[in-house]
C-alpha cells in the first residue's frame, strides 16, 4: 500500500509523517506500507508519469503552483481508484471539494485524533477493495495468490500464461480463455486474443494499440475493437461513480 502526503508546508509535512508512523501498528501486519512526502502537486504528477503510483493520498489545498484542486483533476484522469483526502485550513472550501471524488477531508489543525479516524478508514476502504484474489498453481511452488488489483495483464505464449503484476513475472500453465472466465468479473478486458488487461492499469487506448500507465504498449485486435472501447468506457464511468 503506497501512501503519499503533499504539501507544500514542510513542518506539518513531518507532522502528517509522525501522525502515519504512529498509525502502522494498527495497520495489518501483512499489508507493506510504503509512505512518501512531496512538497508540490507536481511532483505528484510526475511521480504519476513515471508510473509511480498511490493507493491513498493527502492532498493539501492551499499549495502553490499547482494547488490540491488542480492536482486531484490531473490525478482523476489516470486513476479513478486512489483514495484522496484533502487536508485544508478553509473549511468553506469543502464543498467544492465534491467533484474531485475525495474519500474524505481533514480540516487544519489536524490532530492525532483527527488523523487516525480518517487514516484508519481509509485503509479499511483500501484492503476492502483489494481483498480479491487469483490464484494460479505450477509444479514449482505450488498454488500462489496474488491481490487482483496487483494484476497488470496476461499474456498467452502458447500454452504458458506470463501474468505481469506490479510485483514482477509469474508463468504457469493455462488457457487465456479460461483464465478470461475467471477475470472478466473483476473488469478484465480482452484487448487481443493473447492479452487480458486489467482496465485500472490502461492510459490510452486506439484501434492499434493500448498504452499502459508505466509507458507499455500492448497490441489491441482491430476486429475487437469496438467491444473493448465499449468495456472499457463502461468501466470508466463506473469507477466515476465509485
Not at 27 to 33: G, I, K, R, S, Y
Not at 119 to 125: P, Q, S, Y
Request: with cysteine.
Amino acid at each position: 500500500m503506497r501512501i503519499g502526503f503533499f504539501d507544500d508546508d514542510r513542518v506539518f509535512l513531518e507532522l502528517l509523517a509522525v501522525y502515519c508512523r504512529e498509525c502502522l501498528p494498527f495497520v495489518d501486519q501483512d499489508e507493506q506500507v510504503d509512505a512518501e512526502c512531496m512538497s508540490s502537486g507536481e511532483k505528484l504528477l510526475e511521480s504519476y508519469r513515471r508510473g509511480k503510483t498511490f493507493d491513498i493520498l493527502f492532498i493539501d489545498l492551499k499549495m502553490k503552483g499547482l494547488n490540491g484542486f488542480e492536482t486531484a483533476r490531473q490525478i482523476r484522469m489516470v486513476d479513478n481508484r486512489v483514495i484522496i483526502i484533502f487536508v485544508t485550513s478553509l473549511a468553506h472550501c469543502v464543498m467544492k471539494c465534491f467533484e474531485y471524488k475525495p474519500f474524505w477531508y481533514l480540516i487544519k489543525p489536524v490532530t492525532r485524533k483527527s488523523f487516525k479516524n480518517v487514516f484508519m478508514k481509509a485503509v479499511a476502504e483500501y484492503m476492502s477493495a483489494n481483498r480479491a484474489e487469483y490464484a494460479f498453481s505450477t509444479r514449482t511452488d505450488g498454488t500462489t495468490k496474488l491481490s487482483i488489483g496487483n494484476i497488470i495483464y496476461l499474456e498467452s505464449i502458447s500454452r504458458r500464461i506470463r501474468l505481469h503484476a506490479a510485483d514482477g513475472d509469474y508463468f504457469f500453465y493455462a488457457g487465456i480463455n479460461e483464465e478470461e472466465k475467471k477475470l472478466s468479473k473483476y473488469d478484465f478486458i480482452r484487448i487481443h486474443k493473447s492479452y487480458l488487461v486489467n482496465p485500472h492499469y490502461i492510459k490510452q487506448i486506439n484501434r492499434s494499440w493500448l498504452t499502459l500507465k508505466d509507458g507499455q504498449r500492448l497490441p489491441v485486435s482491430e476486429r475487437r475493437y469496438k467491444a473493448i472501447y465499449d468495456l472499457y468506457t463502461d468501466y470508466l464511468a463506473r469507477s466515476s461513480l465509485s
